[in-house]
Each structure stands twice: as C-alpha cells, then as structure tokens.
C-alpha cells in the first residue's frame, strides 16, 4: 500500500484519502517472502533429517575416536538447533503476519533468526578450533576403516539436504531486482548446510590421508581447516543479518531509481529512507520540493512499476518550503 501525504498550502492542497483507501491502508502489514510456505515446509523436512544424521555422526566420532568426524557431528548438532529456529521463525511470522503489535509486520522475524544462527555457526567454529589444537598437540588412535564411510554418508545426506534449500524462484527473482539478500532465513539454513558439506569433505580427506599415508595429524588438521571455514560463513552471515535488523540502507541502487524518477519532472528530493520489511518488501520515507502545478497523483505515476516498494509516504512541499528541510 502506498500513503502520500501533501504540505504545501491548502489550495494546492489534494483532497484527503477516502475512508474505504485508509481501511486498506491499515491492514496491510504482511511483507512475508513470496516462497515462505515452501521454505518452512523444507525447513522442517531438513530439521528431521539432519537429526537423524547428527546421533550416526556423534556416536561414530566417540566409538573410532575420530576428530573430524566428531566436528562433523558439533556441526550438525548445529544445524539441527539453527534449522529449528528457522523453522520455528517461520511459523511465528505466518502467525503473526498480521498481529497489530508489529508495527512493520512480522517479515524480518527470519532475519532475526539468521543472525542468531550466525551467532551458532561462529560458536561451533570455535569449539572446532579448539577440540582440533588439543587433538593435534595429543593425538589418539582413529579407527579410519569405521570412520571413513559414516563420514562419506553424512556428506551425501548433507548435499541432499543443500538441495532441498535452495532459494526457490520467487527469492531468485528478488535478487535479478533489488533485494540481494531475499529470504535470509532460508539463505542462512542453506549456508550452515553448505559449510557442514565442506567440514565433511576436509574430514573425508584427513581421514583418507591418515588411513593411507599414515599422518595422524591430517584429521585434526582438518577439522581446524573446517573451523576456519565455518568462521568465515558465520561472519558473512552475522554482517547480512545485522544490516538487516539495523535497516541499512538495502539496494543503493533502488534508492537511486527512486530519487530520478520523483526528480523526472524538476521536483527536488529534500530526504529520502529505504529500509527492509521482509523478504522482497520494503518501504520508503521521501520529501519532494516541487512547484504549485506537482501533484501526488504524478508522482504516484512515476513510482509504478517498482514492486520491491510495499509500503512508500511521500511528503510533498512547495519550492518555498524546501530551505526548511524534512521533520
């Protein structure tokens, strides 16, 4: 929906919104992501699998002593609990899509949930490190025959799973426009997916080395390899996430497009604020200078056509009042 709001002088002044145009107008809070339904349904598939997965891959780490397979298996453990909160996360913005209490609806409630799981990945990734060192300056026995193919079995469940995550076509469209980050919940799961695939193949690999050539150190070493990767995501995704929560400004570019098209007619933008509300949804803030003959219904005309914008006020001033700036 979107709201002007003129302030120049009572005779350029347009007639107010009727009643029937405010009533909509206060009832449009969901800014859900196109693909939220299939998102939370493979959310929870993936949950179940990846709990299966992480009871094989502990009990394998802790019966043939292997590292790799046990940071593995800390992964997962924490893929199940962020995957559970994406999930749950899900269901509540669903539920809450159009709770009064939410004064942007409830569509950044993913975004919310992605930084908390940024904050799980950057945990793991040190409990990794520092299980990795330990095992490196003490080394113990691995039993590579038992863990070897536990380990290729976790990797081929993990890529299922990176499969089921992938941003459906909705999200794929957002980002051929303006919303580069689309739905972070579902990008965040995928994310912690794809780095416990890549944990899986550095364990595959020490584990192959030490079983072939004999280098104790090739498994911890590997899974201080996965560490760092796993840091390197988290860090990604805590930066994505915080943009978001703290309404950085979300498509510069988007912003731009706005400003040319409101100025298209000589008009000045005196302010202009581009947040996020959800996925593929976000709202606008701009002050217009223009002269007596501007009217909202043409600038109304120029904003057509860009969907990313759910929510826009447009405050309109006259060429007198543009010294004073934005309230």
Same mark, same amino acid.
């Given at each position: ?32 992501? %196109? ?19 992480? #009871? ?34 899900? &269901? ?64 081929? $469940? ?29 990008? &965040? ?5 794809? %780095? ?61 497009? #706005? ?24 709202? &606008? $803030?701009?002050?217009?200078?223009? %002269? ?19 929510? $826009? ?15």
């Amino acid at each position: 929906m979107v709201l002007y709001r003129n302030t120049m002088s009572s005779a350029n002044r347009p007639k107010t919104l009727d009643p029937g145009a405010l009533d909509a107008f206060r009832q449009d809070r969901t800014y859900l992501g %196109a693909d939220h339904a299939r998102n939370e349904r493979r959310t929870w598939i993936v949950t179940v699998i990846c709990a299966g997965t992480l #009871i094989a891959q502990i009990m394998g780490g802790v019966l043939f002593h292997s590292m790799a397979l046990t940071a593995s298996g800390l992964h997962m453990a924490a893929h199940v609990a962020a995957l559970g909160t994406a999930a749950v996360a899900y &269901a509540l913005a669903r539920r809450w899509a159009s709770d009064r209490r939410f004064a942007w609806g409830a569509g950044k409630l993913g975004y919310l949930a992605g930084f908390a799981n940024a904050v799980v990945l950057a945990v793991v990734a040190i409990l990794i490190a520092v299980e990795s060192v330990s095992r490196l300056l003490k080394p113990e026995a691995v039993d590579y025959d038992s863990a070897l193919p536990l380990a290729i079995a976790g990797l081929a $469940v993990t890529v299922v799973c990176v499969v089921l995550l992938r941003p459906g076509q909705a999200q794929a469209h957002d980002r051929d426009l303006h919303d580069k980050d689309g739905d972070l919940n579902i990008s &965040a799961a995928h994310l912690h997916l794809t %780095a416990d695939a890549a944990v899986s193949v550095l364990a595959i690999a020490g584990l192959a080395a030490g079983r072939q050539l004999g280098w104790a150190w090739a498994d911890p070493l590997a899974g201080l390899a996965g560490a760092a990767l796993v840091a390197q995501f988290a860090v990604t995704l805590l930066r994505r996430g915080a943009a978001a929560l703290l309404d950085v400004n979300p498509s510069p570019a988007l912003a731009a497009q #706005i400003t040319e098209r409101l100025q298209a007619g000589g008009e000045r933008v005196l302010d202009l604020h581009l947040w996020r509300l959800g996925p593929g949804h976000f709202a &606008a $803030v701009a002050v217009v200078a223009g %002269a007596s003959q501007t009217s909202v219904e043409g600038l109304r005309a120029r904003l057509k056509g860009l969907a990313a914008l759910s929510h $826009v006020t447009v405050e309109l001033r006259g060429d007198g009042e543009a010294g004073h700036g934005p309230h």
